[in-house]
């Protein structure tokens, strides 16, 4: 079975700081994908960016980047420059051999002035 | 945008009917997904689909069951349901395992 965990109900961040939202995962699963999606208010999911867990290199999406740590088995979201735009729920997420894509409970952002 | 629509976007059904979503894709992908999302719990995942007619339990499957006859088409049923399955409902479609996914825009039901 597979498991994401996130602990952080919520977060703030004042505009232009960076934001890390924390994610852990757990599977037995020896090959595996962690994502992460944005869902704003008006409700859609928003892919942002997947990291491989044999990827070798962090993955970055424009001011998204993934902290891969595999051994402690975590995959946090870094927001870098935080805009107004960026307040929202994020969810981790991740698939294994049987590709079922598992999230966890979120964690809602609010961007402030 | 990724060719995904649900239906209906709401509705609200007594208890005890028994209601029908449906998901329906124009890109071929192999792989489909129901989900429900509550507040507190994020997303659940119900039921997936790997491919025509076979499909697979998520972690809150108890009192839903799914179709796929045809690629494009993954019908969500609530045989007869109760105000516990009141919840905003989305369908994911992705084109293999360890891709992104993409979402329909959700389907709000309402059991009064």
């Known amino acids: 079975a597979q498991k994401i965990t996130q602990t952080q109900p919520g977060m703030f961040v004042q505009e232009k700081e960076a934001v890390t939202l924390d994610c852990t995962y757990d599977?037995?699963?020896?090959?595996?994908?962690l994502f992460w999606y944005k869902q704003p208010s008006s409700g859609e999911m928003i892919f942002l960016i997947y990291?491989?867990?044999?990827?070798?290199q962090n993955a970055t999406e424009g001011r998204y980047s993934l902290n891969f740590q595999k051994a402690r088995k975590s995959a946090n979201l870094v927001i870098s420059a935080s805009q107004l735009g960026d307040s929202a729920m994020y969810f981790c997420?991740?698939?294994?051999?049987?590709?079922?894509?598992?999230f966890g409970t979120g964690t809602r952002l609010q961007v402030t002035l | 945008d990724a060719g995904i629509t649900q239906s209906p976007r709401h509705k609200v059904t007594e208890t005890g009917t028994p209601v029908t979503l449906r998901c329906h894709q124009t890109?071929?992908?192999?792989?489909m997904y129901w989900y429900r999302q509550d507040p507190g719990h994020g997303l659940r995942l119900i039921h997936y689909?790997?491919?025509?007619?076979?499909?697979d339990k998520g972690e809150v499957s108890d009192g839903y069951s799914v179709s796929r006859s045809k690629t494009e088409d993954f019908l969500l049923t609530l045989e007869s349901a109760t105000s516990s399955q009141t919840s905003v409902y989305f369908c994911?479609?992705?084109?293999?395992?360890?891709?992104?996914?993409?979402f329909g825009q959700g389907t709000r039901l309402t059991v009064v």
């Open positions: 890109e071929n992908h192999r792989y």
């Open positions: 689909s790997y491919g025509v007619k076979d499909t």
């Open positions: 994911a479609i992705s084109y293999r395992a360890n891709t992104e996914a993409f």
């Open positions: 997420a991740m698939t294994g051999t049987a590709s079922k894509l598992t």
């Open positions: 990291q491989g867990s044999y990827d070798q």
């Open positions: 599977t037995s699963d020896p090959s595996y994908g």
